[in-house]
């Protein structure tokens, strides 16, 4: 079987999220010094100074410039390690699943739970009918895709439909049917 985690994996999600958060709080840091700061100097001015609307527009730019690093950094950055840590701690502590399914077709990307992954896209028999229903099983975006081939019969280990290990049994070979081939 192929692990596509390590405990490694989550000590580097959360050393890079307890880096971007100490970026999030330095810059923070300056803007509340510089707020002090254009708050201190405009209290020391007299009554009606000319340089007061100089100060009051220097905080209100400053500011303006910390709403617009915030929005961006907190709802790309941030959000995205934290989704992606938090995944990854599901991952030791969820419910596994394991099945030996036979490789279909890959979906496009999309983002499950804040975090991109790539689809891949198995065949289940039906039981109650002779159909073939299909499973997306998600691939995290940060990892190489398997190298499965349509046809491939895998044993996968997931967790909520990730994928975390897998092992390819049959390699497909262009002489035998694949396995939606037979049930058609």
């Known amino acids: 079987m192929i692990k596509l985690y390590s405990d ?3 000590l580097d999600a959360l050393k890079q999220k307890k880096k971007l958060f100490l970026i999030f709080w330095i810059v923070t840091a300056f803007v509340a010094a510089g707020f002090v700061a254009c708050v201190v100097c405009y209290l020391r001015l007299p009554y009606h100074d000319e340089r007061g609307n100089i100060i009051v527009a220097v905080t209100s730019v400053l500011l303006a410039l910390y709403l617009i690093f915030c929005f961006p950094y907190g709802g790309i950055c ?12 599901f991952l030791s502590v969820g419910l596994k699943e394991s099945a030996v399914l036979p490789f279909e077709d890959i979906e496009d990307w999309t983002t499950r739970d804040g975090v991109d992954v790539n689809v ?8 109650k009918r002779d159909e073939v229903m299909h499973r997306h099983i998600y691939v995290d975006g940060e990892k190489d895709f398997p190298p499965f081939e349509v046809g491939d019969r895998v044993r996968l280990v997931t967790q909520g439909n990730l994928l975390i290990e897998y092992e390819i049994l049959t390699p497909h070979t262009k002489d035998h049917p694949t396995f939606t081939e037979t049930l058609q």
């Open 8 to 10: 490694r994996d989550l």
């Open 78 to 89: 941030l959000k995205r390690i934290r989704s992606y840590c938090k995944m990854l701690s």
């Open 120 to 127: 891949a896209v198995f065949g289940v028999k039906n039981i």
